[in-house]
C-alpha cells in the first residue's frame, strides 16, 4: 500500500504500522521524480509494509523522524522506530533498504 502524507503526521502512521517505508521528496527535485514509479514498484511488490511519500520541505516534524539532508531520502521504521536510510537515485541501493526492513 502506498499514500502521499498530507498532513504532519508521520510519528502517528509509524508508530501504528508495523513496517513503514518512506520516500522524502520535494516538488522542485528531479531525482525525486525519477525515483518515484520505482519506489510504487516495490510498494506492490510487498504489500505488508506502509508505503509514504513525505514532501520534505512541507512537514518538518515528519522530516526530524530521519537525517534529511538531500533528496531523494528514503526511509525505514519497524515497530515505530527507525531503522536504516539512504540518501539515492539509485534502484539497488533502494531495494537493498526495502529489503532489510520486508524480509524480517
Same mark, same amino acid.
Given at each position: 500500500?502506498? #499514500?502521499?502524507?498530507?498532513?504532519?503526521?508521520?510519528? !502517528?502512521?509509524?508508530?501504528?504500522?508495523?513496517?513503514?517505508?518512506?520516500?522524502?521528496?520535494?516538488?522542485?527535485?528531479?531525482?525525486?521524480?525519477?525515483?518515484? /514509479?520505482?519506489?510504487?514498484?516495490?510498494?506492490? !511488490?510487498?504489500?505488508?509494509?506502509? %508505503?509514504? %511519500?513525505?514532501?520534505?520541505? #512541507?512537514? /518538518?516534524?515528519?522530516?526530524?523522524?530521519?537525517?534529511?539532508?538531500?533528496? /531523494?531520502?528514503?526511509?525505514?521504521? #519497524?515497530?515505530?522506530?527507525?531503522?536504516?536510510?539512504?540518501?539515492?537515485? #539509485?534502484?539497488?541501493?533502494?531495494?537493498?533498504?526495502?529489503? !532489510?526492513?520486508?524480509?524480517?
Amino acid at each position: 500500500m502506498i #499514500k502521499e502524507l498530507d498532513q504532519d503526521n508521520l510519528s !502517528e502512521v509509524v508508530g501504528s504500522n508495523d513496517t513503514v517505508v518512506v520516500q522524502y521528496m520535494a516538488g522542485w527535485c528531479g531525482n525525486c521524480r525519477l525515483m518515484k /514509479p520505482k519506489f510504487k514498484k516495490l510498494a506492490e !511488490e510487498n504489500e505488508n509494509a506502509q %508505503f509514504l %511519500f513525505v514532501d520534505a520541505e #512541507k512537514f /518538518p516534524e515528519s522530516r526530524k523522524l530521519a537525517k534529511v539532508d538531500n533528496l /531523494p531520502t528514503f526511509a525505514t521504521f #519497524k515497530n515505530g522506530s527507525f531503522k536504516n536510510q539512504v540518501q539515492t537515485n #539509485k534502484f539497488d541501493q533502494l531495494k537493498n533498504l526495502v529489503d !532489510e526492513v520486508t524480509s524480517n
